[in-house]
């Protein structure tokens, strides 16, 4: 989907999503120091704000300009502690070694020969930081050609933990049941996960 298709999608709804954070997000950051953080494909925002509500500095960064606005009209209560940002970072990557935290919570990341934009985010991650990557599990999903969806073309959590540097520690890479009710008319019933944390020091 393109910018115009994520638009007319946010359009055509009042809410696309709860507006609940993501419950991989919440299990694996609470208790974690907050800094800097990256929420990839942030939506309409509730990851966002639920980690500057936290205390974090969030730049949360979507293609959909309509997703984003209604995200900022519902960070009243932390105003200057997120920057809504349009912009696709498969094509154009975040700033190096900048984010205390890279979250992408079911972000659709293409594959691609070299890896590009999944490098790009993983370059993000400061020393010392986090990425989380949590999407559905892959028996829960169907294929749907005539939709041009094939869930074996996009990055799994292995396919990540497997890019990774060998400095690179592990933390969690599993698949795990669903700790808040999958979204309406899916059979979500399993998330993947992946948590890393990159050296302090290269």
């Not at 912009?87 to 070694?97: E, I, M, S, V």
């Not at 079911?106 to 990557?133: K, N, S």
Request: charge should be negative; glycine fraction near 10%; charged fraction near 25%.
């Amino acid at each position: 989907m393109d910018t115009e298709s994520w638009d007319k999608m946010y359009r055509g709804r009042d809410r696309v999503f709860s507006g609940a954070p993501n419950g991989v997000l919440v299990a694996e950051v609470t208790g974690m120091p907050p800094g800097q953080a990256l929420d990839v494909g942030c939506g309409e925002g509730a990851d966002a704000l639920w980690l500057a509500r936290q205390g974090w500095q969030v730049t949360a960064v979507d293609l959909s300009r309509t997703a984003l606005e209604r995200a900022a009209a519902e960070a009243t209560d932390v105003v200057g502690r997120v920057a809504w940002a349009r912009a696709d970072l498969t094509a154009t990557p975040p700033p190096a070694d900048a984010f205390d935290l890279v979250s992408a919570q079911y972000f659709p990341l293409l594959r691609e020969p070299g890896h590009a934009a999944l490098r790009g985010l993983l370059d993000a991650v400061a020393p010392g930081g986090t990425l989380l990557f949590a999407t559905h599990d892959l028996a829960d999903l169907s294929p749907h050609p005539d939709q041009g969806f094939d869930p074996g073309a996009y990055y799994r959590p292995d396919d990540i933990a497997g890019l990774l540097g060998h400095d690179w520690t592990v933390l969690i890479n599993e698949s795990r049941p669903r700790t808040t009710p999958a979204p309406k008319g899916t059979g979500h019933r399993r998330d993947t996960v992946l948590r890393a944390q990159r050296p302090r020091s290269r």
